[in-house]
């Protein structure tokens, strides 16, 4: 597969993507000095949206669409990720760089990677092992001793 991890083209587009978002908490936290929360997730929403007008005849010409292949159950698992997984996710992350640091609302985003762990051991019987465990904890434990601990130390 040309885009998987491992090939050159896959490293590069990793690495383009990594980059990238790198500078969305940046333009997101000059931008919330001057709009609201909800007009920048809008218009994130928009501009992502016209894109994908673009993106999507291409996608449906290397894979065709089939509705009929569309169960009910894809359809509110689509709906759900939507407006949990993206609009809420969006929202509380324009929110956190607004009234925090681009540093801080980032580091969301590693209990998002924890969340998912569990989640796929609840929803989808993956196996959840210590290794996962330790890992889970050792990122948690990073995000707190890299936002909380100091505030905790100067209070003590």
Known sequence: DILSFGTPLGNVLIFVAVCSWGFYPIGARSLSKSYSTTTILFYTFAITGLLSLFATPLEWFVRPLVIGDISYVTFVSVFG????????????YQWLIKHTTAFVASL?????????????????????????????????????????????????
């Open 108 to 156: 969301n985003l590693y209990g998002g990677f924890v969340a998912s762990v569990f989640y796929g051991a609840v929803f989808f019987g993956e196996h959840f092992t210590g290794r996962l465990a330790l890992g889970a904890f050792l990122v948690l434990f990073g995000v707190f001793f890299a936002t909380t601990y100091t505030q905790l130390k100067k209070r003590m």
């Open 81 to 92: 990720s939507a407006l949990i997984g993206t609009v809420l996710f969006y929202f509380c």
